[in-house]
């Protein structure tokens, strides 16, 4: 993103160069801006416009509320850009203090342009499938002691990555990886191992159970713990989830120490996309809130030095302006006039 900006800025100049007094070089200078501008405005109306589908379908609750509320908080940072740019025209108090909200609202927005943009290139650039011994499905909700179709699509895929090792010679393991939830009536392993033998042509033999974990890091730890225990080796695995889960999957895979890891996903309803991927978002941020608080901190705390600067150097200015010139220099430039 950094690179990007540099190439913006430098193509601007090469235009002012070509062209200074022609509308090319603000053609060069205003498009990228506006069309950034432009599209975040449209991504937070298309998320506001998401919510009331996934309430209707998924139920209101805190999860299916994500969407809109990234996009007021992306309408509310374009809102307060605009607001202090019209402020740097007038020279108001604003120019110094709307930074101040400004800046959390555009770490969040770079973070999220570049989590996208890495979700999107991640699933097209890991290592080879058919290297891997081991297959871990991640679990989700049930529907009573049933798998959910997000869960079934899960383990669709999973089965379809054990024929792919298959043919490619290997006798790889499944494992089937969620505890039981307080509102559920079975473990959500047990209900993915019973999918498996009765809607797949997986043998029973070649599927492990782990029936204890409440999240993804457990899903991960108590996965590695179980095929240790096995004596089975885990340095290569493909973790199977959803699509919009992926990223961070991969991320919690290699902080446990699974370099060799491979995530791969299965699709979700588009209905439930911007809100499963946001949510996953929104839990990276929460993951990494101490780097992000840092980030902050350095920034505003830049910018306020950046501020008081500019007003020192601009008191200074006023006055050296105000200031009664003495008589001798002002016989002195006489004298030179």
């Given at each position: 993103m950094a690179s990007l900006t540099m190439i913006w800025i430098s193509a601007t100049a090469i235009a002012v160069i070509i062209a200074p007094e022609g509308s090319f070089s603000l053609l060069v200078a205003v498009l990228p801006v506006l069309v950034v501008i432009l599209g975040l405005a449209a991504s937070a109306l298309l998320l506001a416009a998401n919510t009331p589908i996934v309430v209707r379908r998924e139920g209101l609750r805190m999860a299916t509320l994500v969407p809109a509320a990234l996009g007021l908080a992306i309408i509310a940072t374009l809102a307060l850009v605009w607001w202090w740019m019209f402020s740097a025209i007038y020279g108001d108090w604003q120019l110094v203090v709307v930074p101040l909200g400004i800046i959390p609202g555009a770490i969040i927005v770079a973070e999220l342009m570049a989590y996208t943009?890495?979700?999107?290139?991640?699933?097209?650039?890991?290592?080879?499938?058919?290297?891997?011994?081991?297959?871990?499905?991640?679990?989700?909700?049930?529907?009573?002691?049933?798998?959910?179709?997000?869960?079934?699509?899960?383990?669709?895929?999973?089965?379809r990555v054990y024929d792919d090792l298959v043919a490619a010679g290997r006798q790889p393991w499944i494992v089937v990886s969620g505890g039981k939830g307080s509102d559920e009536v079975v473990s959500e392993a047990s209900a993915m191992?019973?999918?498996?033998?009765?809607?797949?042509?997986?043998?029973?033999?070649?599927?492990?159970?782990?029936?204890?974990?409440?999240?993804?890091?457990?899903?991960?730890?108590?996965?590695?713990?179980?095929?240790?225990?096995?004596?089975?080796?885990?340095?290569?695995?493909?973790?199977?989830?959803?699509?919009?889960h992926v990223l961070r999957s991969a991320s919690l895979s290699r902080e446990l120490g699974i370099p060799g890891?491979?995530?791969?996903?299965?699709?979700?309803?588009?209905?439930?996309?911007?809100?499963?991927?946001?949510?996953?978002?929104?839990?990276?941020?929460?993951?990494?809130?101490?780097?992000?608080?840092?980030?902050?901190?350095?920034?505003?705390?830049?910018?306020?030095?950046?501020?008081?600067?500019?007003?020192?150097?601009?008191?200074?200015?006023?006055?050296?302006?105000?200031?009664?010139?003495?008589?001798?220099?002002?016989?002195?430039?006489q004298g030179v006039g």
């Open positions: 943009t890495y979700a999107v290139v991640y699933p097209r650039v890991h290592g080879r499938i058919t290297d891997s011994e081991v297959i871990v499905v991640l679990g989700a909700g049930l529907n009573g002691d049933r798998v959910t179709p997000l869960l079934a699509s899960r383990l669709d895929r999973a089965v191992a019973r999918y498996l033998a009765e809607e797949t042509h997986v043998p029973a033999d070649a599927v492990l159970l782990e029936d204890a974990s409440t999240n993804t890091r457990e899903n991960l730890e108590n996965s590695l713990q179980l095929l240790a225990d096995q004596g089975i080796n885990s340095a290569q695995m493909v973790v199977v989830t959803n699509n919009f890891a491979i995530v791969v996903g299965s699709p979700t309803a588009w209905y439930y996309l911007p809100s499963g991927f946001l949510r996953e978002f929104a839990a990276t941020v929460v993951h990494y809130r101490k780097q992000n608080v840092l980030t902050w901190a350095v920034i505003s705390g830049l910018w306020i030095a950046l501020a008081a600067v500019a007003l020192i150097i601009s008191a200074r200015e006023e006055f050296v302006d105000d200031a009664p010139v003495p008589p001798a220099a002002q016989e002195l430039v």
